[in-house]
């Protein structure tokens, strides 16, 4: 009796130290189709409570001979499944590639709901899609705390989907025709229509959101004939299928280059899948992670040939994406649901991160090599030689004669800024608001607050930088006065991005604090820039956004 009223003790002393009183007796349960599931009831301090259901499997293990196959639904369980704890993160590795981490049984969400099921109206609901270079990451709750946007009154659901070699090898072929991953968050989505009323959500109301390579998820499943109907509303920051980075070049070539790098010598799609499904996942995520094709060898973040891909017609089966999302924005073949979507202020620094600050290579030798580090970053030409011409025109709009040093490094920064997110994002906005029914809206996230990480090598560039913005949606441990300007600003962030998902806009009363919010249009290239104040603003960047126009109208 002693020592469990002492593990008693320090569980509530931990949960106090997370900011979450948990109630002993609290425990629902919601009956769903698969069987029957328990969560919790969670008070995080001064907000509202909520009710959290953890580790819910939405599809099989995708193991054995479903390893790089399309998920099939979960089956049933018997009894009461405990969804208390999150379940497995999908196999990958530690952000520096020495451990690795998850596990190939990885295809769990969460459901957060601020109230259960009752007499009330059903809530709008937000599914979260993880960033991370569909390599790292986790639908898990640490950084990603869904706390202020459940206090807005929305229902909030994260998911978890393969990365790396496991959601996204293929031989563009029947044997393993790709995008497993995002086939992934597909039937999560699925779930969510046919589970989410019982949790007190309106599959009727659903808006999906993420960042980078979760925001280039959301605009994929825009294209996607597989997501139709899934959503009405979706929230794309910092990432977009027009982005270089958002599309595999060669995927064929790269599975074989991972199966060459383990030993297979075959020519056989079907015996190179059948020999890397019989390799153990630690050394298949290892493998995959150090095996660079040519293209990609001078690249800032090196490992990009595991990325979604045009899909083969297989006869039979669901394909996520058959023509090149470029082709399908400009014909207008995209779901026309109000779009959202943006980039932070300075975006590049995380070049500077992954590329020089770890040590990768000096500001010197990116110099001597500018033409390979940059010409996988172009959109139209996908990498290949036509982008060769466009590379000089590249370097002196941005830093004219001078050498690529410390004096030039604020331009450098615009110029990862502009080629690898804002020229995308932006472009995707113009060929969707020309195409489009339905509204899309378009900001810049300048704040440089106290609500990021912070890191001694950053102090003296500009901020926010890539995922910055993600500090002012999530609960990420940081505490801050609830007068400060950090929290006001997580306030209107929060505030806008709910009451978007609420009604498709996202300024529903017009004051001081809160400006329209228009639309961009041809005629009105509207934008928010979302700083210490909200300013609505027009023609972002336009002097270089122009260059990127009329350089790629010139390829």
């Known amino acids: 009796m002693a020592t469990t009223a002492l593990v008693s003790t320090l569980l509530l002393l931990v949960a106090f130290q997370l900011g979450e009183v948990l ?46 196959k399309a998920p099939i639904p979960a089956e049933p369980w018997n009894g009461t499944l405990e969804a208390l704890y999150e379940g497995n993160m999908c196999k990958q590795t530690d952000r520096a590639g020495t451990a690795p981490l998850g596990d190939e049984d990885c295809l769990f969400l969460n459901v957060y709901t601020p109230e259960l099921p009752g007499s009330g109206p059903l809530r709008p609901v937000m599914v979260w899609i993880h960033g991370g270079g569909y390599l790292f990451g986790s639908g898990n709750k640490d950084g990603q705390g869904p706390q202020f946007l459940l206090n807005e009154g929305v229902v909030y659901v994260s998911i978890n989907y393969r990365l790396g ?29 046919q589970n989410i009323a019982a949790f007190g959500g309106d599959p009727d109301q659903v808006t999906i959101f993420g960042e980078s390579a979760g925001g280039t998820s959301v605009q994929y499943h825009l294209l996607s004939p597989m997501s139709k109907g899934l959503f009405r509303g979706a929230i794309a920051q910092s990432g977009s299928t027009s982005c270089a980075r958002g599309i595999a070049k060669k995927p064929r070539k790269n599975a074989f280059l991972v199966g060459k790098a383990l030993g297979f010598t ?14 153990s996942s630690d050394q298949l995520v290892f493998t995959s992670l150090t095996t660079i094709n040519e293209e990609d060898e001078f690249r800032f973040l090196k490992i990009y040939h595991e990325l979604p891909c045009v899909e083969p017609v297989v006869e039979g089966e669901e394909a996520f994406i058959t023509e090149d999302p470029l082709t399908l924005l400009d ?14 202020l300075a975006e590049g620094v995380y070049f ?10 000096t500001l010197q030798e990116i110099d001597e090599d500018f033409t390979k580090v940059f010409k996988p970053e172009l959109r139209i030409c996908r990498g290949e030689p036509c982008g060769d011409a466009m590379i000089p025109k590249i370097r002196s709009f941005y830093l ?37 029914s339905a509204p899309v809206y378009f900001y810049q996230f300048s704040y440089d607050g106290g609500l990021v990480e912070t890191l001694p090598v950053l102090a003296n560039l500009p901020r926010p930088m890539h995922s910055d913005d993600l500090g002012y949606i999530f609960d990420r441990g940081i505490q801050v006065s609830d007068d400060s300007l950090d929290a006001k600003v997580r306030y209107r962030m929060v505030t806008m991005w709910t009451n978007f998902v609420k009604t498709g806009n996202p300024t529903l009363e017009i004051s001081e604090e809160f400006p329209a919010w228009l639309p961009y249009t041809d005629e009105e290239t509207n934008y928010l820039d979302i700083g210490a104040q909200l300013k609505a603003k027009k023609d972002y960047h336009k002097t270089r956004m122009d260059f990127w126009d009329d350089l790629y109208s010139l390829k």
């Open 165 to 193: 070699v496991f959601g996204f090898l293929s031989t563009e072929d029947e044997v393993a025709p790709g995008n497993a991953g995002l086939k992934d968050q597909v039937l999560a989505l699925r779930w969510v229509q």
């Open 400 to 436: 004219g004669d001078q050498p690529l040093n410390n004096d030039t490094l604020l331009n450098f920064i615009d110029l990862c800024t502009d080629m690898s997110f804002a020229d995308g994002v932006l472009h995707g906005v113009k060929m969707m608001s020309t195409r489009s």
């Open 352 to 361: 500077l991160l992954v590329g020089v600050f770890n040590g990768n290579r």
């Open 331 to 344: 014909e207008g073949k995209f779901q026309n649901v109000p779009y959202l979507t943006g980039v932070t």
């Open 266 to 279: 075959g020519e056989s799609s079907q015996d190179l899948v059948d020999f890397l499904r019989n390799v």
């Open 23 to 68: 109630s002993d007796d609290e425990y629902p349960t919601i009956t769903l189709p698969q069987g029957t599931v328990k969560g919790r009831k969670v008070t995080p301090g001064n907000l509202s409570p909520y009710y959290s259901f953890l580790g819910i499997p939405y599809a099989k293990p995708p193991v054995g001979n479903l390893r790089f």
